[in-house]
């Protein structure tokens, strides 16, 4: 049985994970909150970057609207259909831009968007028509990404450098924070050295004094999305190769991010967001194991494994497990199957509590 954690410690990088997901979730900005309403996933991104945290800061008539498209994420197909639809019924390959692949995949989107009825589709003289049944809203103000270093030292600031700078000069979120567990004292100047200067620094107490305790070291600088970006493919370190003091003398290698481009990265990446949330942790956990539990803590109800003693991670609460045990058939009764035992009743709050968090999706 592992040594009992103390009060606070911050036993990994994914239960630190959680504590920042939920402490924006509550208090984002960091200055106090000025109303609007923000919705947090977690583990999202392009297929180059995956971002720890995500905050979307949303215009509250705009998130109010994007209800009407339901609970599930419009896909980079969908929004291309959905956004350009037109008001009056039209061909759908003359009232929509060309899309730069095959029309095919467009009328398969147009399928799936009157299907799901955010779409009408009609056929006459043997011609698809499509026609808007309400407008998209333009909901996301803000997008802000954050990376989580609960033990920020001189090593991981050196690592987590190079990711910044890409987030950077990529300016796909208007802002880039590094989080990092409160230790009691200032963030030290050298540790500043390897993260941009365009970065944000917040330093987020263990969980003692709850998930108000979080205060700014270093305030970040409104990144450039409406320009074109810089797509860092490969940024040599510039350091010592063969351990006598010589630098690596490759250039770096890099390519230009179309603001088109950034513009429709954003609105995916917030739509995969409102789906998702950054409860569906349990989705990829076994909370259907009888060792399962979710433990109330001053920051956030967190997973808690009674077979080895502490939060585990979600890598580490899989079938895979050789402590992983079925919920015994009796705790399951009543309503089951229909209702599940209470690894369902976990997702059922969870899924309430992200439910929470977008209007009118209860």
């Not at 992983?324 to 509590?353: N, T």
Request: net charge positive; charged share 30%; hydrophobic share 35%.
């Amino acid at each position: 049985m592992p040594a009992a954690r103390r009060p606070g410690h911050v036993d990994s990088e994914f239960g630190f994970e959680l504590q920042v997901c939920a402490w924006a979730e509550r208090h984002w900005p960091p200055e106090g909150s000025d109303g609007r309403p923000v919705v947090v996933a977690r583990q999202l991104g392009t297929g180059r970057r995956r971002w720890d945290t995500i905050v979307l800061v949303c215009d509250p008539e705009g998130l109010a609207a994007r209800r009407a498209f339901g609970r599930r994420r419009l896909d980079s197909d969908l929004l291309h259909v959905v956004r350009h639809a037109p008001v009056e019924w039209a061909w759908y390959r003359e009232a929509l831009p060309d899309p730069g692949y095959p029309w095919r995949y467009v009328r398969e989107a147009v399928n799936r968007a009157a299907d799901r009825g955010v779409l009408e589709r009609r056929k006459r003289s043997g011609r698809v028509e499509v026609r808007r049944v309400r407008p998209y809203p333009d909901w996301v103000e803000r997008v802000v990404a954050i990376e989580n270093k609960p033990d920020l030292d001189a090593a991981a600031a050196r690592a987590l450098g190079p990711q910044l700078r890409h987030d950077v000069a990529l300016a796909l979120a208007d802002e880039v924070w590094a989080a990092t567990a409160e230790a009691g004292e200032r963030v030290e100047p050298a540790l500043l050295e390897d993260i941009p200067v365009e970065a944000g620094i917040l330093t987020v107490s263990p969980g003692e004094r709850g998930t108000d305790a979080a205060s700014v070291a270093w305030r970040p600088r409104t990144l450039a999305v409406e320009e074109p970006g810089t797509r860092i493919l490969e940024n040599p370190g510039g350091g010592r190769s063969d351990g006598r003091g010589s630098h690596d003398p490759s250039a770096a290698r890099f390519e230009y991010a179309d603001p088109d481009w950034k513009a429709c990265k954003r609105l995916e990446i917030a739509e995969r967001a409102y789906e998702r949330g950054w409860r569906s942790y349990v989705d990829s956990m076994r909370p259907d194991c009888r060792y399962f539990e979710l433990r109330p803590a001053p920051d956030v109800a967190r997973p808690y494994c009674t077979a080895k003693g502490c939060h585990q991670t979600a890598g580490e609460c899989a079938g895979s497990c050789p402590e992983f045990e079925p919920e015994p058939p009796a705790w399951r009764q009543g309503r089951w199957p229909v209702e599940g035992g209470p690894g369902a009743g976990i997702k059922r709050l969870l899924a309430r509590q992200r439910s929470r968090r977008r209007p009118g999706t209860q």
